[in-house]
């Protein structure tokens, strides 16, 4: 059976950092496009970053830029997200979806993991 | 960007009506489009990508149609459990985007 499964969410004070785990399993996790899409509280959802199957290509939301980093250890069947100088404006559930080569919709979602970012 | 721009945000429909939501993309998006349908607390759920392919377990109550900048998801007799908000997303284009929901409520 799919799944992925997110950790590492949790409250943090504005201007630190945490890193999102997403512990995959269940498909070739090295062959997939993966994704981090973000939805703060009772709002919409919003992409946040990508990366390709062999972590060679990464981009990012306009709002995250040089902010988060994401990469991936296809060895443990793991995708991360390293977000340094969080604002409240980060404070969302953080969703980690499987998506096909480059431009992609998200066939398969985590449960989340919320990231709370207050002082 | 391309803004995806759904309406209404809101919709209040009975058990057995057909419901149509539209999404409108501010750039031609061919039918690089995805809809989705989040219950409270949970993950979205992909329901039809490419426009009008239905995802895999997927009622065929569900269907989707359109073509460049108009998209619309219909429901073709709403059960209990189709009450939640529904998402378009087009990934046409970088940085891929959302439209801003549609809650379908109970009348």
């Known amino acids: 059976e799919l799944q992925l499964v997110e950790s590492g969410g949790g409250l943090v004070q504005p201007g630190g950092s945490l890193r999102l785990s997403c512990s995959a399993s269940?498909?070739?996790?090295?062959?997939?496009?993966m994704h981090w899409v973000r939805q703060a509280p009772g709002k919409g959802l919003v992409w946040v970053s990508r990366i390709n199957n062999d972590g060679t290509a990464t981009i990012y939301a306009d709002s995250v830029k040089g902010r988060f980093t994401i990469s991936r250890d296809n060895a443990k069947n793991t995708l991360y997200l390293q977000m340094n100088s969080l604002d409240t404006e980060d404070t969302a559930v953080y969703y980690c979806?499987?998506?096909?080569?480059?431009?992609?919709?998200?066939?398969?979602w985590g449960q989340g993991t919320l990231v709370t970012v207050s002082s | 960007d391309t803004q995806m721009t759904q309406s209404p945000s809101t919709l209040s429909a009975s058990v057995g009506d057909r419901v149509t939501i539209t999404c409108r993309a501010s750039h031609n998006s061919y039918n690089y489009l995805a809809w989705y349908q989040q219950k409270p607390g949970k993950s979205p759920k992909p329901l039809i990508y490419?426009?009008?392919n239905l995802e895999s377990g997927v009622p065929s109550r569900f269907s989707g149609s359109g073509y460049g900048t108009e998209f619309t998801l219909t429901i073709s007799s709403l059960q209990p459990e189709d009450f939640a908000t529904y998402y378009c997303q087009q990934y046409n284009s970088n940085p891929l985007t959302f439209g801003g929901g549609t809650k379908v409520e109970i009348k």
């Open positions: 979806t499987r998506g096909q080569p480059d431009l992609s919709y998200f066939d398969s």
């Open positions: 269940g498909f070739t996790f090295y062959t997939y496009w």
């Open positions: 490419r426009a009008s």
